[in-house]
């Protein structure tokens, strides 16, 4: 087969579903994988509406995903032929300074590149996944690719958020937007012991979804109600110790600053569009800290063991599941967020 199905950007609001080459090995480190089951991500539906205007057309969608190792380079020691695995969104190669210092590997200088964005991605029916040895890891006997799928993008994303956040037993922590990136920072933050965790956005749907799942202990409809005096209410007047900014609109950016508390800290893993403002004549009395960045993808193997243990459960945001020849109907609903949709899952193309 030279060539296979994908869903491809080819500028602001034009995404097709097209025949494209089968990817080949290129790097010696680099491993070919058979997608079995990927998602559709907020940042998709960024990029689809022009917002990302860095990202050139022509380029296959999609970061978030399990699969198959069908091809292996030479250097590849980690993973085999046969592996099912679940892949992180960013590739990094390990060995540069950032990487060594631990550092967010989107300043890999010499591999990091984000599936869908800078290399093409995997709503398709294969993807080449640069540094496999750092980039693939092995599901576990025992678990489904329902269970870990989310561990290479949104959960690792909301781990990262509720582990900036510093979160300390006994404390109340807000979550600004309960997307499915919010309800998996809900998550997270539950490992940490706060004494409360509050939902908070303007889809009632989406908060009466994440208090039900536990995943938050109250909600907050911000089109209702005074959420920063609300929280204040429930604190002493206090405020949130900690705040996640999920979303990266201004709205919810806003509230993140508003409603902790002085000394309290700020996380964002929201994906901006534009430049926020920050009221710093107002802010700097408070004394907050403010923490920011992109998904780190090192804890894949601590949540993929977390899953195991049953410590964390993110199955249930599975709304909707339907095969890659699907897919446009999947951005429209996903992205106007339709029919209840939470994550839209897909199966792999039906010839």
Sequence with gaps: MSTMKALVYHGPEKISIDDVPMPKIIEPDDAIVKVTL????????????????EVEPPRILGHEFCGEVVEVGPAVRNVKVGDRVAVSC???????FYCRRGSNYA?????SWIFGYMIDG????????????????????????????????????????????????????????SGPVGMCAMMAARLWGPARIIAVDMNQQRLDFAVKQGYADMALNSAEVDVVEA??????????????????????FDLALEAVRP????????VFEQPQEIPMNKMWIKNIKISMGLVNANRIPELINLIRAGRINAKPLYTHRKPLNDLLEGYDVFGNKKDNVIKWLITPYER
């Design 231 to 252: 929280i204040k209410d429930l604190t002493d007047g206090r405020g949130a110790d900690r705040t996640i900014e999920a979303v990266g609109v201004k709205g919810t």
């Design 263 to 270: 000394c309290g800290n700020v996380s964002i893993i929201g």
């Design 107 to 111: 300043h890999c200088t010499t591999g």
């Design 90 to 96: 960013v590739t990094q190669c390990g060995e540069c």
């Design 38 to 53: 990927s998602t559709i991500c907020g940042t998709d539906i960024h990029i689809w509406h022009g917002g990302m205007p």
């Design 122 to 177: 995997c709503q398709a029916e294969y993807v080449r996944v640069p540094h496999a040895n750092l980039g693939c890891h092995k599901i576990p006997e025992g678990l489904t690719e329902d269970d870990v799928l989310l561990v290479g993008d949104i959960l690792s994303t909301g781990y990262f958020g509720a582990e900036k956040a510093e979160i300390e037993p006994g404390d109340t922590v807000a979550v600004m937007g």
